[in-house]
C-alpha cells in the first residue's frame, strides 16, 4: 500500500524529532501535544506557520520537510 503525501511528512517528522518527547516539540512550536501526535501520524499537514516554525526548530527547511519526495 503506498502511503498519503500526509503519512510520508508524518514519517519525516517522527524521524526528525527522534528521542525528544511530542511535548518539546509542541511547546517549541506553539501547538498541542495531539497536534504534534496528528502530524506524526499523518492525520493532518500543518498550517505555514506550524511549518516555519517546526522547520527552525528542527534546523532544517520547509521544503526539505513538506515538499521533498
Known sequence: MNKT????????????RGERPQKEVADAVNVSVMAISK??????IPGDD?????AKFY???????????
Not at 503525501?5 to 526528525?16: C, F, K, S, V, Y
Not at 534546523?59 to 519526495?69: L, N, S
Request: aromatic share 8%; glycine share 8%; no cysteine.
Open 5 to 16: 503525501r500526509a503519512e510520508l511528512i508524518g514519517d519525516r517528522l517522527r524521524e526528525l
Open 39 to 44: 502530524y506524526e501520524r499523518g492525520q493532518i
Open 50 to 54: 506550524v511549518k516555519i516554525a517546526l
Open 59 to 69: 534546523g532544517t527547511t520547509v521544503e526539505a520537510i513538506f515538499f521533498t519526495p
